[in-house]
């Protein structure tokens, strides 16, 4: 049972435009959620993080949005960079804090020249 | 950020044998660690929490005799797997609580692969 779904497996977005990546949870006692980006065999990074208190964090040219009501989050990176190029997970808990993460299953991105 | 760090970062061991990996909170003390596994083309999935001085709490699933988990400082986590089989073979994720940005988060270490033949 996938508490966390990130629909799109992989996304292609040309340098300076805008990524957008999706994330949505079922679980909804989740209340602290959180993006990481990962390089292949590294561990992830942290990037942005909310709390359902929330619908809108941002970090520079990080931003999170977060709608309660449709348990749908979503990682805005504008502009876009060709180092932005990996695999970003969103995580989810329902305790508050930055503990027992359940992860998604990631959405490749591709920032192209 | 803060740094955690992971040692090995790649091990190949026998079946049967039993193999140890370290995760050291570098520059913060981490009261709690986490341990995740991560197969290809998967995501990451938790398999216990560490907390310094205490047991380790385990997930639903994962079998605490085959994955020991040791937190004797709040720099240091270490899990071992006991009698490893090929299908023990993964990559294994420590991380660590702590703050961020202002937000708090987990920092995670480089990973460890384990190759188990």
């Known amino acids: 049972d996938q508490q966390v779904k990130q629909n799109s497996p992989s996304l292609s977005v040309q340098e300076g435009r805008i990524s957008i990546l999706n994330c949505d949870y079922t679980?909804?006692?989740?209340?602290?959620f959180l993006w990481y980006k990962k390089y292949p065999a590294e561990g992830p990074t942290f990037l942005i993080s909310i709390s359902s208190i929330k619908d809108k964090n941002e970090d520079g040219r990080f931003t999170v949005f977060l709608n309660k009501s449709a348990k749908h989050l979503s990682l805005h990176i504008v502009p876009s960079q060709p180092g932005d190029s990996a695999v970003y997970f969103c995580?989810?808990?329902?305790?508050?804090?930055?503990?027992?993460?359940?992860f998604g299953t990631g959405t490749r991105l591709q920032v192209t020249l | 950020g803060a740094v955690v760090s992971q040692h090995p970062s790649r091990v190949i061991c026998k079946s049967g044998t039993s193999v140890k990996i370290e995760c050291r909170s570098l520059?913060?003390?981490?009261?709690?660690m986490f341990w995740y596994r991560q197969f290809p083309k998967q995501s990451l999935m938790l398999m216990a929490t560490?907390?310094?001085?205490?047991?380790?709490t385990y997930e639903q699933g994962v079998e605490k005799d085959k994955f020991l988990i040791n937190h004797a400082s709040l720099t240091l986590s270490t899990l071992t797997v006991t009698s490893a089989h090929p299908e023990d073979s993964s990559f294994y994720i420590c991380s660590a609580r702590g703050w961020g940005q202002g937000q708090e988060t987990q920092y995670f270490g480089p990973g460890t692969r384990l190759l188990v033949l």
């Open positions: 560490s907390n310094e001085g205490s047991k380790a």
């Open positions: 679980n909804s006692m989740f209340d602290y």
């Open positions: 995580a989810a808990t329902p305790t508050g804090t930055a503990s027992k993460l359940t």
């Open positions: 520059d913060f003390q981490a009261t709690t």
